[in-house]
């Protein structure tokens, strides 16, 4: 219940632990497109949380001040353990805001161009491609066609609706790359 100030103590405890165990890595991701608001959307504690913090009502735009909010407490515990946060943006979740610019969003489904051109660095996860998906490459994601100059840390290829013939290509184009008896 992010509507709910004494959850953040114990998230941050959740995150200082983490934060112990997986030392080596910079990246700390908190997730955040699978976000179920609508029980929450329609909760009185969450109108009166909205307004006591001075956001929006839930219908006029509250729900993405609510997460913005979120991710940002989150990303202050996540820089004072030295790392940088990620999350899923750009269709469900967090908003993308110029506020959370230090922040690192996968950006799927859409909304990569907003996302730079609002200054924040993306990993660039598309959800459509037209051609053979091995010919992707991290600058074009859905339907937005990014620059090399822009601020594209990577890419990253969901696999979880493949079919087995996407697969197949994708070996076989691999194996005639680098001319290897891959088995």
């Keep these: 219940d992010i509507a709910d100030d004494s959850i953040y103590p114990h998230l941050e405890e959740i995150i200082n632990d983490m934060c112990d165990v997986f030392t080596s890595s910079p990246y700390f991701h908190i997730g955040g497109d699978e976000i179920q608001l609508d029980g929450l959307k329609g909760a009185p504690h969450t109108k009166e949380y909205l307004k006591a913090h001075h956001m929006r009502e839930a219908?006029?735009?509250g729900m993405d001040d609510l997460l913005k909010q979120h991710v940002?407490?989150?990303?202050?515990?996540?820089?004072?353990?030295?790392k940088k946060t990620i999350y899923w943006g750009g269709y469900q979740g967090p908003p993308q805001d110029p506020e959370m610019k230090d922040c690192i969003v996968y950006s799927w489904y859409k909304g990569a161009q907003d996302a730079v051109d609002k200054g924040m660095t993306i990993i660039s996860v598309p959800w459509g491609i037209?051609?053979?998906?091995?010919k992707w490459n991290i600058f074009s994601c859905n339907d937005d066609q990014l620059k090399r100059t822009d601020s594209v840390l990577g890419g990253c290829r969901v696999a979880w609706e493949n079919d087995a013939e996407t697969y197949a290509n994708v070996i076989i184009y691999m194996k005639s790359l680098v001319n290897s008896t891959w088995t």
């Design 130 to 134: 037209v051609g053979p998906r091995w």
């Design 72 to 82: 940002l407490r989150l990303n202050e515990f996540i820089k004072k353990r030295g």
């Design 59 to 61: 219908d006029k735009g």
